[in-house]
């Protein structure tokens, strides 16, 4: 009879034999493998799309604000007097350049993160809002940012859009907020003095003008003296 632990024996080498196939058809993955990377894509926080941008408005909560929108040729120009009982603001022009430059920032907001659970809008300085920056498209598309306070590691700026918050690069936003100090206004060329030759003649008034004349010398005859 065959005793029983001889039995356990004959199942635990099954089970062992058992495994070593299983393992052999299914290799576990080591842990600590490196994880292959993917290739994942820079997530910005205006997407671009077929309508072209045609107002921004740049507004603090002092009321600070700056409006740039495109004239009738296309070109940007600074709006000046904007307000609700102002349908055509006069324009300024803008430096194109730094105009171009200034839009393209705007799509060049990058996003650090996307907070799934929004903290109190006390907590992260939007209530009431830092900066308030309007967007329109053509196609009457638009879009309006609320800008936060900074995070606690300074790693950006708490920034709301369409009901969803996120944390946007520090140094993109200061990109875009600071065009409210430094307006792109066009400079204005400096006037050239003109510089107009004139003659001038000097007279020395304290020369003594030497003309020269004919002198006459007249002796004096000396009387001869009388020998006494």
């Given at each position: 009879m065959i005793k029983r632990s001889t039995w356990i024996l004959l199942a635990v080498l099954v089970l062992v034999i058992g495994a070593y196939f299983y393992l052999k058809a299914h290799p576990l993955q080591s842990s600590t493998s490196t994880p292959t990377p993917t290739t994942t894509e820079s997530s910005f926080l205006i997407i671009k799309e077929d309508d072209t941008l045609t107002k921004v408005v740049i507004t603090d909560a002092q009321g600070n604000s700056l409006q740039m929108g495109r004239d009738a040729t296309g070109?940007?120009?600074?709006?000046?007097?904007?307000?609700?009982?102002?349908?055509?603001?006069?324009?300024?022009?803008?430096?194109?350049?730094?105009?171009?430059a200034a839009e393209t920032q705007l799509f060049a907001l990058?996003?650090?993160?996307?907070?799934?659970?929004?903290?109190?809008?006390?907590?992260?300085?939007?209530?009431?809002?830092a900066y308030t920056i309007s967007l329109?498209?053509?196609?009457?598309?638009?879009?309006?940012?609320?800008?936060?306070?900074?995070?606690?590691?300074?790693?950006?700026?708490?920034?709301?859009?369409?009901?969803?918050?996120y944390v946007v690069s520090q140094y993109s936003m200061d990109a875009v907020v600071k065009l409210l100090q430094n307006p792109p206004y066009q400079a204005t060329p400096t006037p050239v003095p003109v510089m107009v030759a004139t003659a001038t003649i000097m007279v020395a008034q304290s020369a003594t003008i030497m003309v020269a004349q004919s002198a006459t010398i007249t002796e004096t005859p000396i009387p001869a003296t009388a020998t006494p």
């Amino acid at each position: 009879m065959i005793k029983r632990s001889t039995w356990i024996l004959l199942a635990v080498l099954v089970l062992v034999i058992g495994a070593y196939f299983y393992l052999k058809a299914h290799p576990l993955q080591s842990s600590t493998s490196t994880p292959t990377p993917t290739t994942t894509e820079s997530s910005f926080l205006i997407i671009k799309e077929d309508d072209t941008l045609t107002k921004v408005v740049i507004t603090d909560a002092q009321g600070n604000s700056l409006q740039m929108g495109r004239d009738a040729t296309g070109n940007w120009a600074i709006m000046v007097g904007q307000s609700p009982t102002i349908t055509q603001p006069e324009l300024a022009a803008a430096d194109q350049s730094q105009a171009e430059a200034a839009e393209t920032q705007l799509f060049a907001l990058k996003v650090v993160t996307t907070l799934e659970t929004s903290p109190s809008p006390d907590v992260i300085g939007l209530n009431p809002p830092a900066y308030t920056i309007s967007l329109e498209f053509s196609g009457n598309r638009q879009q309006v940012l609320e800008v936060g306070a900074l995070t606690p590691t300074s790693s950006g700026y708490y920034v709301q859009l369409d009901d969803k918050v996120y944390v946007v690069s520090q140094y993109s936003m200061d990109a875009v907020v600071k065009l409210l100090q430094n307006p792109p206004y066009q400079a204005t060329p400096t006037p050239v003095p003109v510089m107009v030759a004139t003659a001038t003649i000097m007279v020395a008034q304290s020369a003594t003008i030497m003309v020269a004349q004919s002198a006459t010398i007249t002796e004096t005859p000396i009387p001869a003296t009388a020998t006494p």
